[in-house]
């Protein structure tokens, strides 16, 4: 081509150097667009080369109006503008190549050279930051150190070449198999830790060991060699969970190495590959071998069950006296007074009746060990709680076998059959006295370990809950509440955890026997009736004294009459409340829990329990809430006379941007205009406060969808529902008339229920399903942040699943394990026909994301934070007039990339592999590669057709490293 029709950019980058012109008439009027050129009335035009790396990069043009404007001055000026450019470019690709080395050094740094599995570096930031989503979530996780077993004689055998084969393949084995539920590093040689998260903690043995069985299997597949060979190893694995065996890492690490080392010296005693910590110390610490040596015979053998056998009629002869005399007279004697006087005569007498078929069985011929432990464990724990001093059973035990042995004489049993019964039945007692005592400890190390564990910090709201929640997984506590007086001098729960707490707290809440501050003197005190107790209930004594109480029997106290019934039925036994005093003294609120034994917090070792606990409260209620009491009372009054205001968020379609619903949150405007977030106020309120706020927020929200319903906005309106509204008789009419003053039809209405409220009373469960008669929809909140169950979910139809914000806050840390939870959370919506909204979207990231990964509905600061309810038509206006389009599945970041080939490769290839060529993932990769080699390598794999199921593996770990160490911009953003 004719270089004077050449425009002067294409010149100067063809010629490599500065081209201009002071007579763009005459030079540039063969060029294509000369007419713009004039229009502009441009006296002289200059484009000079911008190097970067020694290579033409770009070309920056100059013009000029002035005539003869290029001179030797402003040509070297232009020159030098370049020039300068083209250095900054050079130090800007310098920096990134240095941080680009940084995070490879780092990522390096944190690899196993041999597996590139992460190593003990990493694993040591990986695990705090596990820990912390396990507490988040109330989940526990388990740690487990693992060693191979036979790795040494394949070393031996094969080479040592072999051996790093077999590492290198193990290591991609346990990488594929925990990539989405756990992790996995190698601290050295054949030693690897294995990480499970998102175990329920009530189940997390039965959870772990259905993992670890199948990683087990993983483990056992032999190994091909290059030789065509193969080669097997084993695993021994020792186990520990938090928060169950201890709170800090370094710690379990080492329960772990302990129970591994342990396993390994007692081979012949694994019933598994892997051993949990706390089992595995019960076991061996049971076994004894030298201690067994000294008994002649097997305790548990044929021989042993022959010469029991013998017993057995002087067993059954001694039966009655035992129950009806004996075991009292022991108990009574040896220490066991103070928890006797604890119990009704029921109770004694069950416990007499316990006691004596405890003693039968163990001398029984057909027991065996396994079952002496199982029952030592039930009974260990109902003891330990009972508070009884294991010297009772050591004197009920011996008690019973001197009776026993002088029956079988008098019956004519030889003395060498009586011998060997006494050595049979003194070993058993030993198995069980050592698992009572394991137990024990156990027990108490639980309780012990609640005092020192202060959670993460935060608001009050949060911290408390999360507290109060751990209390309530303690043995024998069936309920946990926190309460405080409303203004009519009614005791009222601000927070609840345990299996029994949700009926308690119906039933206290609606029942006649409502709890009362004020003691009653034979004469009616807020509806109480004449003679009641109502101000006698544990926490009410304890708020009026400012003194911890305790009720060891509840059946006993004539204080508790008017709940007798109530905790029967709840198996509640005894109780503790404890006050949670301010600074200058005054009780803030009062913390009770209820136990499942009698006598539970009576020993010695439970009043210190209490003392800590009660100064670990206080220490909570003043970091976390640091509130007076007249700045409390200020906000609640505040509150209810004009200080409530919904504010609005939006709920849209990640794929079209369309405006869903709108979520209603409470907010607090204080007197001088303060806008306080719910975490201040909620905590301040008891349940008639929170009914009445519910209904003040959705008479709110109801004017405001009347309102812009004449205004041209149609929409839906979603309002939380707190979990006392349930109870409520009159929450069905009430919302009903609302909805009729409003005009306002039922299916524009969502309330949202908690997934960590409690929704399983059957009353609970109809007003849910009379809501849905109606025809107003219902929603479960947070789920994930709470203790749910596919059960709950499957039973309890529900129109919307909000999946809580903390999933996502560390997508970014652990993305593949977040994309599994995300997929089953969202499948699960589709199997139960609901919808599922994602909340906690906060950037455009993770929306892009979830659009990738199938979710189809999304909520969070990314899309618009809660606003006053009256700047929302704007702001529905401004987003409406921005003519929003279906989004085309295109990847904008690192996130984004992730997700989507997460989503495309999941499940086993297609037989020609992965087809990424032409995609969005591909087109992202070639917009990338401007300033990424590895992006220009990525693009030329996808690009040159399918890939393997091991391509997209590496691929998606390149991606995952991306996104977790954060290169570049936030997300990496194209």
């Not at 998260?197 to 290059?226: G, I, K, M, R, Y």
């Not at 619903?661 to 008891?686: S, W, Y």
């Not at 990964?853 to 704007?874: E, K, N, T, V």
Request: hydrophobic share 40%.
């Amino acid at each position: 081509m004719d270089a004077d029709t050449l425009p002067m950019t294409v010149r100067s980058w063809r010629e490599e150097d500065l081209v201009y012109t002071n007579d763009p008439a005459t030079d540039l009027a063969a060029v294509q667009g000369y007419w713009q050129i004039a229009d502009y009335r441009w006296r002289g035009v200059l484009s000079v080369p911008v190097l970067r790396g020694g290579q033409i990069w770009a070309v920056l043009a100059f013009t000029t109006q002035r005539i003869g404007g290029f001179d030797d001055k402003s040509i070297t000026l232009c020159r030098r503008v370049a020039d300068l450019m083209g250095q900054s470019l050079d130090r800007l690709d310098t920096s990134r190549n240095l941080e680009k080395l940084r995070h490879e050094e780092a990522r390096l740094a944190r690899r196993d050279a041999l597996t590139a599995l992460p190593n003990r570096l990493a694993l040591e930031e990986y695990l705090p930051k596990a820990q912390e989503r396990a507490t988040e979530r109330g989940m526990s996780m388990a740690i487990g150190l693992m060693d191979l077993d036979g790795f040494k004689a394949v070393n031996d055998t094969y080479g040592h070449a072999a051996g790093d084969k077999v590492l290198a393949e193990l290591s991609r084995r346990l990488w594929e198999a925990l990539r989405e539920t756990g992790y996995v590093a190698r601290l050295g040689g054949d030693e690897f830790v294995v990480v499970l998260e998102n175990l329920d903690a009530a189940t997390a043995n039965e959870q772990a060991a259905a993992a670890l069985d199948s990683l087990a299997s993983v483990v056992a597949e032999p190994f091909v060699l290059d030789d065509g060979k193969t080669a097997k190893v084993g695993l021994t694995m020792g186990v520990a969970l938090f928060p169950q065996d201890g709170d800090r890492a370094e710690a379990l690490l080492r329960r772990a190495d302990n129970a591994m080392y342990r396993a390994k010296q007692n081979p012949n005693k694994r019933e598994a590959n892997w051993h949990f910590a706390a089992g595995l110390d019960e076991a061996l610490d049971l076994e004894d071998d030298a201690a067994a040596d000294l008994f002649p015979i097997a305790p548990y053998g044929t021989k042993a069950a022959d010469l029991l056998g013998r017993a057995a009629r002087a067993a059954a002869r001694i039966a009655d006296s035992v129950r009806m005399a004996a075991i009292p007279a022991i108990w009574k004697k040896s220490g066991g007074a103070p928890v006797l006087a604890n119990l009704t005569q029921e109770q004694h007498e069950r416990l007499n009746d316990r006691e004596a078929k405890h003693l039968e069985f163990l001398v029984a011929p057909t027991t065996g060990r396994k079952d002496v432990l199982a029952a030592a464990r039930t009974l260990g724990t109902m003891y330990t709680l009972f508070g009884v001093d294991p010297v009772v059973f050591v004197a009920e035990q011996s008690g019973y076998l001197r009776l026993l042995l002088a029956e079988m004489e008098a019956g004519g049993v030889s003395g060498d059959d009586r011998y060997l019964v006494q050595q049979i039945v003194e070993a058993r007692y030993r198995d069980d006295r050592r698992m009572r005592r394991l137990i024990g400890t156990g027990v108490h190390k639980a309780y012990a370990a609640s005092l020192s564990d202060e959670g993460a910090g935060g608001a009050w709201g949060q911290v408390s809950a999360d507290a109060l929640a751990a209390l309530a997984r303690l043995p024998g506590i069936q309920a946990a509440f926190l309460v405080r007086p409303n203004a009519a001098g009614e005791l009222v729960a601000q927070s609840i955890a345990g299996p029994c707490a949700p009926a308690l707290d119906e039933a206290l809440l609606r029942g006649d026997a409502r709890p009362v501050i004020a003691r009653s003197h034979h004469g009616a005190h807020h509806g109480a009736h004449p003679g009641s107790h109502q101000g006698s209930f544990i926490g009410a004594r304890a708020w009026r004294t400012g003194e911890r109480q305790t009720c060891p029997s509840i059946e006993l106290d004539d204080a508790m009459a008017p709940w007798h019934t109530l905790m029967a039925d709840l198996r509640i036994h005894s109780a503790m409340s404890v006050p949670v005093r301010r600074q200058d003294g005054t009780t803030a609120l009062v913390l009770t829990l209820f136990g499942a034994c009698p006598n539970q917090f009576e020993s010695t070792e439970m009043r210190k329990f209490a003392i800590g606990l009660q100064e670990k409260w206080e220490r909570l209620w003043r970091d976390g809430q640091g509130m007076s009491a007249e700045r409390s009372s200020h906000l609640r009054e505040r509150l209810f006379s004009g200080g409530l205001h919904m504010f609005m968020q939006p709920v849209i379609d990640l794929r079209t941007g369309r405006l869903l619903k709108v979520e209603a949150l409470a907010r607090l405007k204080d007197a001088d205009g303060t806008i306080l977030p719910p975490a201040t106020f909620l905590t301040l309120l008891g349940h008639d406060e929170l009914d009445r706020l519910f209904q003040i927020g959705l008479e709110q929200g109801l004017a405001w969808l009347q309102s812009w319903d004449g205004r041209g906005m149609s929409t839906e309106l979603s309002v939380n529902m707190p979990p006392s509204c349930l109870s409520n008789a009159n929450i069905l009419r009430m919302v009903g008339d609302m909805l009729d003053r409003y005009n306002i039809a039922p299916s524009r209405l969502t309330l949202e229920v908690l997934e960590n409220q409690a929704l399983d009373s059957d009353r609970q469960g109809t007003v849910l399903r009379d809501f849905r008669a109606m025809g107003v929809q219902m929603a479960i909140d947070d789920l994930g942040a709470g203790h749910s169950n596919l059960l709950r979910l499957s039973a309890t139809p529900f129109d919307c699943i909000k999946v809580d914000r903390g999933l996502l806050r560390h997508i970014r840390d652990v993305p593949l394990q977040i994309f599994s939870v995300i997929r089953s959370l969202r499948e699960m919506g589709h199997d139960l026909r609901s919808q599922v909204v994602m909340e906690g979207l906060e950037d455009a990231d993770m929306i892009e994301a979830m659009r990738h990964l199938g979710c189809r509905y999304g909520q969070g600061f990314g899309i618009a934070r809660p606003m006053p309810a009256d700047d929302f038509l704007d702001w529905y206006r401004t987003r409406s007039d921005q003519d929003r389009k279906e989004e085309d599945g295109r990847i904008h970041s690192d996130l984004g990339a992730l997700a989507y080939l997460w989503a495309a490769t999941r499940g086993h290839p297609p037989a020609e592999g992965f087809h990424l060529k032409d995609g969005p993932l591909t087109r992202w990769l070639e917009g990338r590669g401007r300033d990424d080699r590895d992006a220009v390598r990525w693009y030329s794999i996808l690009s040159a057709g399918p890939v393997t199921e091991e391509t997209a593996r590496d691929l998606r770990e390149w991606l995952a490293d991306r996104v977790t160490n954060a290169q570049g911009d936030r997300g990496g953003r194209a």
